[in-house]
């Protein structure tokens, strides 16, 4: 059954979208100033790229997370949104600031923004990832506070379920979580240590909630598998997750000045938290295997696949590849780590979101699923994207192990600026995939406005 009020979620998907473009368009810029150094300089200096690249990978998600939130809580709850004129003014605020930002990142050098928006008063501002203005941080409170009260009271009058239990939980602890991202201690180890409770705890704790949520709710709907069955696998992915992502904060800790025991800890809960990605590919398949009927969208199911596959390489795989301390010990902070962010991102949080988009789009226009011509394009735009993402995380892993070997280990290490020259071959390939992901991307968005013979079950 479809709800008036879950149309309010296209807002956010497209928005979502058009901060996805910006994203990629960016990341090809850093691409590119990795192998020709004043490429766009003083224009887009690199520091001002790469703020852009990442900020916009941040918002875009939570705009993604969003919209899946407006319109999978309505209908597991099975009422009408609270109220969808305050989800449509939260959207509007998110995006003029989400747009404000990167317009200051741009046009003022990143001190003078600083001191333009009273950074002085609160220090918040510096910190990878958590760039943003102290203004902007407070605006995202405010839509968060807002987007959080919505849909509590949407549950409240509603259906409880499982998968909007732990939906909510998840969306509560990112609220909760980002709030860290306002306490900036003058120590620097303490400040690294609380600044990795927003960024761990978000990327391998809370954000692993929603997604688990989001795709038993999208299998649900496509597969017909009982929801008992698949509510069951839900409960044990996020204790898995909670157990091993909490405690896993400690490979962060390993050389920022925490104590030893960090390294043990941190290497044994590291090791086990890729088996709730595991068991979320072998839940995704195993739903599908178990399905009653066969969904025109196939696309999305095809999505809802690729999302456990990729999460459990990405995160799962290359994430282990890194974590035990005296492999760290080496790898930290070279392109190993470059590799595992980027097919983490996309696996886990890029492919779910997409997978929502997938899903839903096509019901809040009117019908089950795309044409068949369209899920044809939108099948290319899966491989062509996952296809390229997989090289990138291949190119940047031979990087990092070259980089480690030349830097790191060799009997007379280079130094770094040498070393980088080293790996250019690398980057020049990485750019090429990117640009693929690109076209990839392009045509997953040409796909939603593809006419033809429409799907049929």
């Keep these: ?74 209908e597991e709850s099975e009422t009408e949104l609270y109220s969808p004129k305050l989800a449509v003014a939260m959207f509007w605020i998110f995006l003029v600031a989400a747009a404000a930002t990167v317009a200051g990142y741009l046009l003022v050098p990143y001190a003078g923004l600083a001191k333009m928006t009273g950074n002085d008063l609160w220090p918040t501002m510096g ?11 407070l605006g995202i409170v405010v839509v968060a506070l807002a987007f959080l009260f919505n849909l509590t009271m949407t549950m409240l009058k509603g259906r409880k379920t499982a998968i909007s239990l732990v939906l909510m939980i998840g969306l509560w602890g990112l609220s909760i979580f980002f709030l860290f991202s306002f306490y900036n201690p003058d120590n620097i180890v303490k400040d690294k240590f609380f600044w990795w409770w927003t960024v761990h705890l978000w990327v391998e704790g ?30 044990v992915i996020i204790t898995l997750t909670l157990i091993t992502g909490i405690i896993g904060t400690g490979h962060h800790y390993y050389w920022i000045g925490t ?49 456990g596959v990729m999460s459990f390489l990405g995160a799962g ?9 005296p492999v760290n010990y080496y790898t930290h902070g070279t392109q190993i780590t470059a590799a595992h962010g980027h097919m983490a991102f996309y696996g886990a949080y890029v492919m779910v979101v997409l997978t929502m988009i997938s899903y839903a789009m096509p019901l809040m226009r009117g019908r089950a699923a795309n044409s068949n011509k369209a899920q044809v394009m939108e099948m290319w735009s899966f491989w062509l994207m996952t296809v390229s993402i997989v090289f990138i995380t291949l190119f ?7 980089q480690i070997w030349l830097q790191r280990v060799a009997a007379v290490p280079m ?24 076209i990839g991307l392009v045509v997953y968005i040409v796909s939603f406005f593809c006419k033809g013979e429409t799907a049929k079950a």
């Design 1 to 74: 059954m479809q709800y008036q009020s879950q149309a309010v979620a296209k807002y956010y998907f497209v928005g979502a979208i058009g901060l996805f473009v910006a994203q990629i368009l960016f990341g090809l810029i850093m691409g590119l100033q990795y192998v020709i150094g004043d490429f766009l300089f003083p224009e887009i200096p690199f520091n001002v790229a790469r703020m852009v690249h990442t900020n916009a990978l941040i918002v875009w998600l939570l705009m993604g997370f969003m919209g899946s939130a407006y319109y999978l809580i309505p």
């Design 127 to 137: 910190r990878e990832f958590l760039e943003q203005p102290t203004i902007t941080k």
């Design 206 to 235: 809370v954000w692993e909630l929603i997604l688990g949520a989001i795709l038993a709710f999208v299998l649900i709907k496509v597969t017909g598998v009982d929801r008992e069955v698949i509510e069951k696998w839900l409960y």
């Design 259 to 307: 104590p030893e025991y960090w390294q043990w800890w941190g290497s044994i809960f590291s090791a086990l938290e890729p088996i709730p990605f595991f068991a979320m590919t072998l839940f995704a398949f195993n739903m599908v295997n178990r399905r009653r009927r066969e969904h025109p969208n196939k696309a999305a199911t095809l999505w809802a696949l690729g999302t």
């Design 317 to 325: 795989v290359w994430g282990f590849l890194h974590t035990l301390s």
């Design 396 to 402: 940047l892993t031979a990087a990092g192990i070259l």
């Design 415 to 438: 130094s770094f600026m040498d070393t980088q020259a080293q790996l250019s071959l690398f980057y020049w390939l990485r750019e090429g995939a990117g640009v693929i992901f690109l």
